[in-house]
């Protein structure tokens, strides 16, 4: 559905006669009249018209065309004449100043014709559903894109100032050929998915592509709808689905990072808006365009929606750029010019740039905001030169970062230096490509062995985190997944899932735990059916999926085995070892440390001595353990505040203190409580 502003000029062989109800203040009731006869009365129509604002021989209009072809000036004046020019003897109806414009500008424009009582606008806005932007569960932003008959060259210009990248280019080849058809909009071949960094990055590159689509009639509207912040309940929402068709013929933007703040559990928790929002994809692909925008650091649900849909919707992927300092200068100039932020120099964007040779497009972004924010300061609000800010030092700034909890981790020495090697090799690798010099391809597939506990699947994590950080990885994704998640019920099933496994972790890490359960007591059973497909889609995924097989020490070597083919594939064989007693000290301090509490001598020498009776129990938990011990002596110390303290202040020290008598007795409890346990253990 297309929205359009615009407004009429007329003459009436009545004149008197309108004149005549306006003095005696009919003239609402008239203008309702032709508001019912040119829109509420043609709700099952393609076009309907209202009036909501009258001046001096004029009428301000907008109209809603449920068509798939862009309206002409001369084509809504017959449609006016046809109905006015008889039963309201209107005669010479000329329209003027005909723009499209976006639906929430359409609802502005009824609200104001409501506060004049010309129109209802709670009733059109139902009538055409387009009730959307209230909805609690996703938000919407529209905008118009602005580029309009826009040449080959124009947009391969255009992009070079953006740092497009080659899939850019040859996407534009493809828009642009002249074995394409222009005579009308079709439909659309193919909907895209955007790889970026940011948000503006993501948004520029949509509003080119927008153009270069327009341009060449594979679009009937420059509206762009944009929908962001979706919540895990979003899946039944009849709002979200109206937004989808409504959009016929212009662009809908889905940004799948979601609206939590940890996406480490958003395949399981975003399952139903993934098949709702599918669906409806799938339903009105035809005719709305889909962007779907993942974000490098935060890809949400991105992985799961984009493996549901991409067997039955053509989907081109389409990543931010890269380029040289002179382009990102370039890129600068381009944002301040567009920002018309004229406060600082070319000086002062070659000093933001600093001592990097290559940027991203999200990178300039990130340069832009902090120069205008600087500028906002410097410039436009000089008193605040001198104010005194908060600060958080580099120590505490990097604290989070995961290299530096890697580096933190107690022990797993060689885990450490695999890590630092895989990074050393990408970094040489790419700067023999840069020299003209044959560039290997080397495996990075690992293999993970050790008890529960040991830190196999943190560890993993923050591999994926720190080489996307490190440009190893491209998306830093981690998929988690066992057996259920790999073997089909069905013969033809496994090979299936599996593929779409990968397809999620493109770009990241597959972890696969309690690997040996996939073959475990199955012997000639789905399960090899799944090794041999994992295998194969190792190969095809060399360079981009690193997949980490995890479990016993003592059950993987069979696994392993079972498989000529995946033995040869895994470059790294990393063992997990238990922890002494010294280290289980190590980790309680830490995990201590980053609660904000204090552990004196006394306390440590006690959880000594529960841990060298921890280690001799089979299965003990290793860090696991530690944390049970350590979330035990937090619900003792509680009790003791409260009987201790009932009434009075508790200072910070009093909170942050933990006495030897919270973990005396601890050891037995948390046996206690793993044995009486029949469902999930921590």
């Given at each position: 559905m297309l929205f359009y502003d615009f407004n009429i000029n007329f003459k009436m062989r009545r004149e008197k006669f309108i004149e005549q109800q306006k003095a005696k203040g009919h003239f609402i009731n008239y203008i309702r009249e032709l508001n019912d006869v040119l829109g509420m009365m043609r709700m099952e129509e393609d076009m309907q018209a209202f009036i909501y604002q009258e001046s001096a021989g004029k009428y301000n209009m907008i109209a809603s065309?449920?068509?798939?072809?862009k309206p002409t000036a001369e084509k809504i004046q017959k449609f006016l004449s046809e109905l006015l020019e008889i039963e309201y003897d209107m005669r010479e109806i000329k329209v003027h100043n005909l723009r499209e414009i976006t639906v929430e500008n359409f609802r502005k424009m009824l609200a104001r014709g409501d506060r004049t009582n010309f129109v209802e606008e709670y009733?059109?806005?139902?009538?055409?559903?387009?009730?959307?932007?209230?909805?609690?569960?996703?938000?919407?932003?529209?905008?118009?894109?602005?580029?309009?008959?826009l040449t080959h060259a124009q947009a391969l210009e255009?992009?070079?100032?953006?740092?497009?990248?080659p899939s850019f280019i040859k996407e534009f080849e493809r828009i642009y050929s002249k074995d394409n058809s222009r005579k009308k909009f079709y439909g659309h071949p193919v909907h895209y998915k955007i790889l970026a960094g940011s948000y503006f990055a993501a948004m520029r590159m949509i509003d080119l592509l927008v153009g270069a689509l327009y341009s060449n009639k594979r679009l009937v509207s420059q509206r762009i709808t944009r929908v962001h912040n979706i919540t895990e309940r979003c899946y039944a929402e009849t709002d979200f689905e109206n937004l989808v068709k409504r959009a016929e013929g212009s662009t809908v933007v889905i940004e799948l990072q979601g609206a939590q703040d940890n996406d480490t559990n958003y395949a399981t928790s975003y399952e139903e808006v993934v098949d709702f929002i599918s669906d409806i994809v799938k339903k009105y692909q035809r005719n709305t365009l889909c962007v779907f925008v993942e974000m490098v650091d935060q890809p949400g649900f991105a992985p799961k929606l984009i493996s549901n849909i991409q067997d039955d919707i053509n989907l081109i992927e389409l990543?931010?750029?890269?380029?040289?300092?002179?382009?990102?200068?370039?890129?600068?100039?381009?944002?301040?010019m567009a920002s018309g932020m004229d406060y600082y120099t070319d000086a002062d964007l070659e000093a933001a740039l600093g001592d990097k040779k290559?940027?991203?497009?999200s990178d300039i972004h990130q340069i832009s905001d902090k120069l205008y924010s600087d500028s906002l300061k410097n410039k436009i609000y000089p008193a605040y030169k001198k104010a005194n800010y908060f600060s958080i030092s580099q120590e505490e700034r990097n604290k989070d970062d995961a290299y530096h909890v890697l580096q933190k981790m107690i022990g797993l020495n060689e885990q450490k230096q695999i890590l630092d090697?895989?990074?050393?090799?990408?970094?040489?690798?790419?700067m023999r490509a840069e020299a003209g010099l044959t560039r290997g391809k080397?495996?990075?597939?690992?293999?993970?062995?050790?008890?529960p506990g040991s830190a196999k699947t943190t560890v993993a994590r923050l591999f994926a985190e720190i080489l996307n950080k490190e440009g190893v990885l491209e998306t830093g994704r981690f998929i988690e997944c066992g057996r259920a998640d790999l073997v089909g019920k069905y013969v033809g099933w496994t090979a299936n899932i599996v593929q779409k496994k990968f397809r999620q972790a493109k770009g990241g890490v597959l972890f696969v735990d309690e690997a040996y359960s996939l073959v475990e007591h199955w012997a000639g059973s789905y399960g090899d059916e799944a090794i041999s497909t994992i295998v194969q889609e190792m190969e095809n995924h060399r360079d981009d999926v690193i997949v980490i097989f995890a479990g016993y020490t003592e059950k993987m070597k069979p696994f392993l085995e079972r498989n000529e083919g995946l033995l040869s594939r895994i470059a790294f064989h990393l063992n997990f070892p238990d922890y002494s007693s010294d280290e289980l000290v190590d980790i309680l301090k830490l995990m201590a440390e980053n609660k904000g509490y204090e552990l004196g001598d006394d306390v440590l020498k006690e959880s000594r001595k529960i841990f060298d009776k921890a280690i001799k129990q089979e299965n003990f938990g290793n860090g696991r353990f530690v944390r049970n011990l350590l979330e035990q002596a937090e619900m003792k110390q509680a009790q003791r505040i409260f009987r201790e303290s009932s009434g009075k202040t508790i200072s910070k020290e009093i909170l942050t203190h933990l006495e030897v008598n919270d973990f005396k007795g601890a050891l037995g409890e948390i046996y206690k409580k793993s044995r009486s346990k029949i469902g999930f253990l921590n």
């Open positions: 065309i449920d068509q798939l072809q009733r059109v806005s139902d009538d055409l559903d387009i009730n959307f932007d209230g909805c609690r569960d996703f938000d919407v932003t529209e905008s118009m894109c602005g580029l309009s008959k255009r992009g070079q100032t953006l740092m497009a990248d990543q931010e750029g890269a380029g040289d300092r002179e382009q990102a200068l370039d890129y600068l100039r381009f944002i301040k290559t940027f991203r497009a090697q895989i990074i050393a090799s990408f970094k040489v690798q790419k080397p495996s990075r597939h690992m293999c993970f062995t050790g008890n």
